[in-house]
């Protein structure tokens, strides 16, 4: 074989090879543009969280600049979308009072909500001798005295969008309910237990993804 034919069965080759490489650079193109156009048109709505109630199992703020506590939430989150469902990769609960976190993070098992589904939690989250910073202890303590406190029940987590067979990257999730809580003789708790009061909430949360 000469020379000249050498070089053209490379030439050959090369075009073969450049055809192969711009169709699978072309069909990722269609690929990816037609996932965004569907995005785009679709625009995944941001679930809806409300909590309906509080139970409060122990409250004791007696040690100075420490703080007990064990609550039962009662949490449930709606997915508004007509054709996208929501993967629950990680929910972490906690209470925070005056924007310091005062119980420990318990984690909701991860789930996957579909097109207007509705779910509920009632996970419960709690704090032994957490220490509270010496200007909000004075702050509850004079909440308790008056009989009205407000925390906020807080859920940090991870989720993804799945529209038809593409599932998103994770976004992160971040949800803050205010629950106000009436302690002392003017509760309008329910006892449901020994020491154990309900209270009925019904309260809409904040969301951010």
């Given at each position: 074989m000469s020379v000249k034919e050498c070089e053209h069965h490379k030439g050959k080759k090369r075009q073969i090879f450049r055809r192969i490489f711009w169709s699978i650079i072309v069909f990722l193109f269609i690929v990816l543009l037609t996932i965004l156009i569907i995005w785009a048109i679709l625009r995944p709505t941001k679930p809806t969280f409300i909590l309906q109630d509080v139970t409060v199992y122990a409250f004791n703020a007696t040690v100075p600049n420490f703080l007990t506590t064990n609550f039962q939430v009662t949490l449930s989150s709606r997915n508004p979308n007509d054709h996208i469902g929501v993967y629950y990769d990680r929910l972490d609960t906690y209470v925070t009072y005056r924007s310091q976190q005062v119980t420990y993070r318990t984690a909701i098992p991860p789930s996957y909500q579909g097109h207007k589904e509705f779910d509920v939690w009632s996970p419960f989250v709690y704090g032994t001798n957490v220490p509270v910073a010496p200007f909000n202890f004075v702050g509850?303590?004079?909440?308790?005295?008056?009989?009205?406190?407000?925390v906020t029940v807080k859920i940090d987590g991870r989720v993804r969008w799945k529209v038809g067979a593409f599932i998103s990257g994770r976004y992160h999730l971040y949800v803050r309910c205010p629950?106000?809580?009436?302690?002392?003789?003017?509760?309008?708790?329910?006892?449901?237990?020994?020491?154990?009061?309900?209270?009925q909430l019904i309260q809409q949360c904040s969301v951010s993804v």
């Open positions: 509850l303590t004079q909440d308790q005295s008056t009989g009205n406190l407000i629950a106000f809580i009436s302690l002392g003789p003017r509760s309008n708790g329910i006892v449901v237990g020994e020491n154990a009061v309900k209270y």
